[in-house]
């Protein structure tokens, strides 16, 4: 206890002024040394402080009243039962707990560390944030052999904010970065030529989603699916990636559920430090639901509303889809017929009360230019020179019916030939295909000059709508002039061949793309029942090949490929049938290391007959480098397959090949190059063969 004086005590004067020259004496002003000096020889004649013993009473203070409290007695202290009812406060458990000395650590890599000192709360999400933080980090921008002190310093404050806005976007917004700059780490003996830089994080208490605001999504007709679909309620953890990813969750459901002007405003998160909460808001404004109507065209006579009802995926009356809109467009511009095409919705009706209401669908288009004149040239060891050119009209018989007229000249190939294509006919991507041809061929095997007329009726898968299942059917007619290769100057017999076919295939296929698959698999069956008239001869046999392909990524840069082929002709002997319908293997996408249908029986000359039965299999591992930004792959592959001339396959001369292939990945799918070897070959066969094409080998 203190006591302030604020005035003087009644019993003193006050002090009388005293002038600074009474204080300094004459000798001192005469001789200042001398007076100096004696001044210092003078003893302290102050009085000694007085020694008190413990038990001198206090002497009483001037005006003090009170008395001292030497009397009193006080009561002795009880003992206290302890109660156990009674609950101390945890203020402290739920905080965050931080040892900085046994702080885990990320090495990022040798100049950038991470440290988690705090032992609780656990930090959730911290692979991930240690993921996303080495992506976006400056310091890792740096060249080795480049960083200075000054540079690691600048970049690491820039590192640091990103730490911190990181921390934020996982909910953690009273976080701690502690940033340290050395040559070395605590413990190590030798400094370090190269500066480290460390960040130990300390995040804190992760935040919660408090209240939720959705706007107007209460007024929608499916109110409750809708609220559903946004996968965010209040207690959640609070993370800036969700409310994104979640925005777009229920935009998605809004647009598929039948509300096509659903509208919502950029979301708002007000942070409340002291609740430990942000609480969200996210106006939405679903603007009523409807039904699809009908779809109008913009150019009728081009293609007509009828027509793009036909190709669109839905029906008047069904609710309203947002990726049925996208789809009409994907499959208007697959056409190939415009350059620009939008869709859009326009009410018709409005809703009223729980009726939904109706939307047309405008077909807004730009014509394309429509004819193509196309050419090409090139050279191979198997087919020679090879010079080809057409012309088409992509929309000469509307809507979507094509002509196109083509011819090759080469060494080993000479054909003229014309064909009608009417593609969307009775549904998306069905095609019916008429085609007339003259052709004359000369191959390893035979040559063959033919005259024929095909149709088929089929649907397609293509690179914009990959199909899980594809078929097609078909007629065939042709007459064929058809013999064995001449070799040597000696003439084989022609022969005459007049063949009417018709043909079915099927096609399972789950691989994730046309060109490039990478998963899933691939099955396929054909059948073409025959009949042939030759000699004054007839013959009626069944052609049949089944195939099935498998695909399989190994880790992130291999994917293994495998696939077999099993192909008969059951029904005729093998001289009944044209040589050019027979069944060969060898080449590029069969037996590779091997000439184009040099696989498989031969006569004396040496010549391959071709057989009644085939079985092949391949296995390949695509390889990704890393080199051209990822774009090169190394192929090794093997491959075998057996041509028989009865209709069971023969497994006595099978043919072996393997070797080394390239792919180098485009935007349209990657090209290929194979360099294949035979194992087994014969003393006619090369020592090895070149493969270039489009796509992988299957």
Known sequence: MGLALVGPLAAQEAPRQVDIDELIPDSAVENPDDWAVQGAEESDTRDAEPTLAADTAIAELPE???????E?????????TPDDDI???QMLEDRRQVALDSAETEAI????????????????DRDEFVTRFSALSMIEQLEDGEETVAQLAARARQDEELLGNLLRVYGYYDGRILRTISSREAGEGDVSEKPRVRFDVIPGTRYRFGAIDLGELGSALDAAALRGSFGIASGDFLQSDRIVAERFSLDRALGETGYPFAESDEPELLIDHEREEGDLSLPVRPNGKYVFGEVVSGDPAFLSSRHLANIARFEAGEVYQRSLDLDLRRAVTATGLVSTVSVTPREVAPPNGDEPGVVAMDVTLERAKLRTIAGAIGYGSEEGIRLEASWEHRNLFPPEGALRVRGIVGTREQLAGVTFRRNNLGGRDKVLTLDAYASSVTTSAYDADTVALSGSYER????????PFSWGVGAEVLASDERNRVIGGVERPRQTYVIASLFGRATLDSSDSLLDPTRGYRLSAYLAPETSRSSGQQYTYLRNQFDASYYQSVGEKTVLAVRGRFASIRGAPLFAIAPSRRLYAGGGSSVRGYGYQSVGPKNDFLEAIGGRSLVEASIEARIGTGLFGGALSVVPFFDLGAVSIDSKPDFRFVKYGAGLGFRYATGFGPIRLDLGVPINPDPEDSSFAVYVSLGQAF
């Open 64 to 70: 003090m009243e009170i008395a001292w409290p030497d």
């Open 72 to 80: 009193i007695e006080l009561d002795a202290l009880q003992d206290l």
């Open 460 to 467: 397609l898968s293509n690179l914009l709508f990959q199909k």
């Open 109 to 124: 890599s040798s100049r950038l560390i991470l440290g988690f000192p705090q032992k609780e709360p656990v930090f959730d």
């Open 87 to 89: 609950e101390f406060a």
